[in-house]
């Protein structure tokens, strides 16, 4: 049985290569086209290079599959099918060169695309280079996304010290101050990756900088405003979650009206995300969800994650028909996640009772991640309990030659969301 194919988009494109191919039937989504913007108009001698989103290894490994390429050519650089990459490649080989600045933005660049480990070796020495507190602040931001994506932040508290040390000297714009404290609210909030004394500071901060809205970068305060929903979103307060998305989502249209890009239209891109998760979990709101997913998608229609989030969506509320629908989508859309949303269908077709379905769409998923022995046994447990006998010999050999090698889990069903 042959391993299912996908058409390759434009994502793939951008992570393999820092390029992609238009194509006039699907338009390039709104990350490859702020990823390749950014590399293209790349400065080395001034700050600015900007990060549209961050993702996790496993989306390289991902990547690396769907190509058929060792994921190591990829991490490391050895793989140079572009010119794009063979110039981020030649900047990394020559980074003793750089200056400071220099180096912070080939980082940057570096984990614009998930190449992490020759990234935080840049960042390392970037930050023994740093002459200035502007220098540190900068190294000591991206090593903190490093760890983040990378190490489940296991190094966040060191890094947002040396940020707060940073900007405790007066010397760092505050635009910059603000989009740390962002940081700092939000993986606070979420798995408390920084001291609570460093969060109050930077809580603090970030809410007296805010202040001065009209003398700020709007992205800066929509960012801001976004991660300080999270605050009252915590304690079940929906009006002022509510008033601080509002916040938000005009300091995005702000930002969008300002400099319309496929970067700025991030900041209501993410807005409509964390719209969607506010009316999942906090107001319960089946149609202000369904209203913010489809916002999502419309704004970006190449983006499978857009697809997944509402399918999620969807699922909370009970919508198992309508999520694998949506899940599916998601899948044909292509990467990132193909796996995650393609194992999501398969378990919301066999909870909504169509099992043939669950079952197909396990044994696809099965010839792409064929290490993971979590999908192996549930696809080997839905056959048997369909009564698929040749479905059940595929995943039996499949568990087999899996117990001969070595069970692996090459991360097909992970997110960063």
Request: proline letters at 5%; charged letters at 25%.
């Amino acid at each position: 049985m042959s391993r299912p194919t996908f058409r390759t988009n434009a994502f793939q494109q951008t992570l393999l290569g820092l390029e992609y191919a238009p194509d006039p039937d699907r338009p390039a989504d709104l990350f490859s086209r702020a990823c390749v913007e950014e590399f293209s108009q790349m400065r080395l001698d001034r700050y600015g290079y900007l990060l549209a989103q961050v993702f996790e290894p496993n989306v390289l490994v991902e990547v690396a599959l769907l190509a058929g390429l060792p994921y190591e050519s990829l991490a490391d650089l050895s793989h140079q099918p572009t010119e794009p990459i063979r110039r981020l490649a030649d900047l990394v080989h020559h980074a003793a060169d750089l200056p400071v600045t220099g180096v912070l933005n080939v980082a940057t660049a570096l984990i614009s695309v998930s190449r992490f480990d020759p990234a935080a070796g840049l960042l390392a020495d970037a930050y023994v280079r740093a002459a200035t507190p502007r220098e540190r602040f900068e190294a000591a931001m991206l090593a903190f996304v490093v760890t983040n994506r990378r190490d489940d932040g296991a190094d966040s508290p060191r890094q947002f010290h040396r940020m707060r040390d940073a900007a405790e000297t007066d010397q760092v714009p505050d635009d910059r101050v603000l989009d740390a404290c962002s940081q700092a609210v939000v993986w606070y909030q979420k798995r408390k990756e920084l001291p609570e004394s460093e969060y109050q500071w930077f809580l603090n901060t970030g809410t007296r900088l805010a202040t001065a809205a009209d003398r700020m970068d709007p992205g800066a305060i929509s960012s801001w405003y976004r991660a300080l929903a999270m605050v009252p979103a915590a304690e079940g307060a929906a009006d002022t979650t509510r008033r601080y998305m509002e916040y938000a989502r005009e300091a995005a249209e702000n930002t969008m009206a300002r400099r319309p890009r496929a970067y700025e239209t991030h900041f209501l891109k993410t807005y409509h995300e964390s719209s969607l998760k506010e009316h999942m979990y906090l107001t319960r709101d089946l149609d202000k969800a369904e209203e913010a997913g489809q916002a999502l998608i419309a704004l970006d229609p190449s983006w499978a994650p857009s697809y997944g989030e509402l399918a999620e969506a969807y699922v909370a509320f009970g919508r198992t028909e309508k999520a694998a629908h949506l899940y599916e989508q998601a899948v044909a859309a292509g990467p990132p996640y193909v796996g995650h949303h393609m194992l999501r269908a398969a378990r919301c077709h066999q909870k909504a009772g169509n099992s043939t379905r669950a079952l197909a769409l396990h044994r696809d998923l099965s010839l792409l991640a064929r290490d993971d022995e979590q999908v192996l046994r549930a696809g080997f447990d839905l056959a048997q309990d369909l009564g698929d006998t040749d479905a059940r010999a595929h995943f039996e050999a499949a568990l087999q030659r899996l117990g001969n090698e070595g069970a692996r889990h090459p991360g097909m069903d992970g997110d960063d969301r």
